[in-house]
């Protein structure tokens, strides 16, 4: 399976329009996506990662050669592409189609796992939508804090 998606420049736009609530994202072009859907995005100040998991836009590397450097490490791999646990899934037989990327099914914000029981390929668009869509309703929720539901917006 492969640890890095690439997507039309239209659906990635559209994949990262319930993001655009955090501050500097609409300034980013997309580079590259892991498997999961979380985006490496750059600007000539450098190259940032979207983590859909954590909620989180960072500045990482320099340039994209850093980014690549950074990928080819054992580290780089587990920390940014969540690599182990892509191939625990695709040796469970989930494999996503070109159209989608990894998902998981009880998202880590909400108590879900990092098991790939709790992942299958789910649409690209609608992975980050549901995801951003998440984290923005939840960014000002104080820790431990019960979730009793969430809603989502539909795309009109």
């Not at 420049?9 to 609530?21: I, Q, S, V």
């Amino acid at each position: 399976m492969q640890l890095i998606r690439q997507f039309a420049p239209e659906t990635a736009a559209a994949a990262l329009e319930e993001w655009l609530w955090l501050p500097g994202l609409d300034d980013l072009a997309p580079l590259a996506f892991s498997a999961f859907g979380d985006a490496f995005l750059y600007t000539a100040e450098g190259v940032w990662f979207l983590d859909t998991i954590e909620g989180t836009l960072t500045r990482e590397w320099n340039n994209p050669a850093e980014l690549q450097d950074a990928l080819n490490t054992i580290e780089g791999e587990d920390r940014f592409l969540l690599g182990g646990l892509v191939h625990a899934a695709s040796e469970a037989g989930i494999e996503p189609s070109e159209s989608e990327v990894l998902s998981f099914k009880v998202p880590p914000i909400l108590g879900g796992q990092f098991e790939a029981d709790n992942v299958a390929a789910c649409d690209f668009e609608v992975a980050l939508s549901i995801a951003g869509q998440l984290h923005r309703q939840l960014k000002d929720v104080p820790p431990g804090t019960t979730i009793s539901g969430f809603s989502l917006d539909q795309a009109e």
